[in-house]
């Protein structure tokens, strides 16, 4: 490819002058100083067709103001035109003719060419007293115009600066010479060498362009971790810190039966009903149970055992069959508790669980259908309420959370069920932050787990947290279709306060 027309003029004033600058350029060729830099840069990326050096320079140009001078005249000037040679002018008049007109005056008074009548009729008269003028300041100015500046003596340039009608500028050009490749009409350099140059031989005679190991690279293009996410790291470091395993929680859908009846909730229990509960059409019925487990759990719902009177109701497995988007991960929990408990010795272990789980909830600005809990489990022998209040502040300390209260709750799955909260420095005020509790003999013995053995155990939601951080408060920004992805780019790492203050 061919050096643009304009690159070959340059070319050719570079060949006749030797070393030209670019404004000089510019100026022959009549074109806009920056275009000409832009031309020259053009060429220094052929290769050493030119050599540039660069220098700036400082000259003096015409301010706005002064620009008005080689059009009108100097304000002077337009002064002592605009007074009448037979009458003169009232001065209130004449101060009208422009926002110029009252330094227009002082400086034809005091050059002489106007005098006033105070006397005058109708208020002070302004008159000419010279019948003709030299405007000098507009012939000064025209010559800075031309690039005469030097020929004005200090003095005079000196007013002129007072009057800011010149100012220095820095233009920054440069030198240009020939190179070493210089030629009139140069062809651009290959960048990339392609099979047919290959299989021609023509690579031999190619001119290649060098490598610029100093450019930039690309910005690679990368995914960026959603709040909830980079939230979700930080509450898994933390569990993982206190020795938990996670819990593999990869089935959206479950039956009623580990959602609900292996929790000991009962069949007719509210949270069972299609307003809570997204239930799932097809397939509708889970099939596979351990089936002397789920007799075990049908017999103490219906009749009792293990030292508790059951729900005394007609248990029927066609509701624990149900396909269900789960509501809890604590179905997660139970199903790895019964695994737990399959094995030939117990063995105390500590689970955990952050994953989505689904609720046909009202939406508002903090509910959506579908949401995160965080859930922490400890199976051990003779666990108390002591142990899970301890656990608890450790877990919390973490976060940053040094102030807790308990207060006494219901689940159907724990007893006793505490609701956790903790004290908002910012808000002033005990906020919740979790559920907790001491898993029910009904839920536990039905699994096979040794008698003393107890599970203790509690959940929170990741959104809260997350949005807190983030100082989001319309969960529609963190969640759905109305998510900015630049709020995805743009949000900062998460660093939890792991209680180090
Ligand atoms: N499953 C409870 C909920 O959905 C949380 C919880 C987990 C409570 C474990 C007690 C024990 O809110």
Redesign the pocket.
């Known amino acids: 490819m061919m050096a643009d027309a304009l690159g070959v003029e340059v070319l050719k004033l570079v060949n006749e002058y030797v070393v030209i600058d670019t404004v000089k350029i510019a100026s022959l060729l009549e074109k806009d100083h920056q275009q000409i830099v832009g031309a020259v840069n053009s060429l220094r990326s052929l290769g050493d067709v030119i050599q540039t050096e660069q220098v700036s320079n400082k000259h003096w140009q015409l301010t706005e103001e002064g620009k008005l001078f080689l059009e009108h005249g100097s304000h002077e000037a337009c002064v002592f035109e605009a007074v009448s040679a037979e009458e003169g002018m009232l001065q209130e008049e004449l101060m009208k003719t422009s926002p110029n007109a009252k330094i227009g005056f002082s400086k034809a008074m005091s050059a002489g060419w106007l005098i006033m009548d105070k006397k005058a009729e109708g208020g002070p008269r302004v008159k000419r007293k010279v019948t003709s003028i030299e405007d000098i300041a507009k012939e000064q100015v025209m010559k800075v115009q031309a690039g005469g500046i030097d020929s004005i003596p200090d003095k005079e340039r000196n007013e002129l600066k007072k009057r800011k009608l010149i100012m220095e500028v820095v233009v920054k050009s440069f030198k240009v010479s020939k190179g070493v490749n210089f030629c009139l009409s140069v062809s651009k350099l290959e960048t990339d060498l392609t099979p047919e140059m290959l299989s021609s031989g023509s690579w031999k005679e190619q001119n290649f362009k060098a490598y610029n190991f100093n450019a930039m690279g690309v910005m690679p293009v990368s995914g960026h971790l959603h709040p909830l996410m980079k939230v979700r790291a930080e509450f898994r470091q933390i569990f993982l810190e206190m020795g938990f395993t996670e819990m593999p929680t990869n089935n959206y859908v479950e039956s009623s039966f580990w959602n609900f009846d292996a929790l000991f909730q009962p069949q007719q229990h509210p949270a069972r009903d299609a307003h809570d509960t997204f239930f799932i059409q097809d397939p509708m019925y889970a099939t596979e149970f351990p089936m002397d487990y789920l007799e075990r759990v049908k017999k103490v719902h219906s009749e009792g055992g293990f030292g508790s009177q059951g729900y005394k109701y007609d248990w029927n497995i066609e509701e624990a069959k149900k396909n269900l988007l789960r509501?809890?991960?604590?179905a997660v929990?139970a199903r790895m508790l019964y695994k737990l408990a399959q094995l030939e010795e117990f063995h105390p272990v500590k689970y955990f669980s952050i994953d989505r789980?689904f609720r046909n909830e009202t939406l508002d600005a903090t509910h959506l259908a579908e949401f995160h809990?965080i859930?922490g489990?400890v199976a051990d022998y003779d666990l108390s309420l002591a142990d899970l209040i301890g656990v608890l502040h450790e877990f919390f300390n973490k976060l940053g959370m040094e102030k807790l209260r308990f207060k006494p709750a219901f689940?159907p799955?724990?007893e006793p069920?505490m609701e956790i909260f903790s004290y908002h420095e910012g808000l002033k005020k005990w906020v919740e932050v979790?559920?907790?509790?001491v898993?029910r003999p009904e839920m536990l013995l039905p699994m096979g787990l040794p008698e003393d053995v107890s599970v203790i155990?509690?959940?929170l939601s990741l959104e809260r947290p997350t949005m807190i951080k983030y100082g989001i408060d319309n969960i529609r920004e963190l969640v759905g279709h109305k998510v900015n992805l630049q709020m995805v780019h743009d949000n900062a790492i998460c660093r939890l306060d792991k209680g180090n203050k």
């Open positions: 509501t809890h991960t604590t929990s789980v809990q859930e489990v689940n799955y724990t069920s979790g559920n907790s509790g898993f155990a509690w959940g």
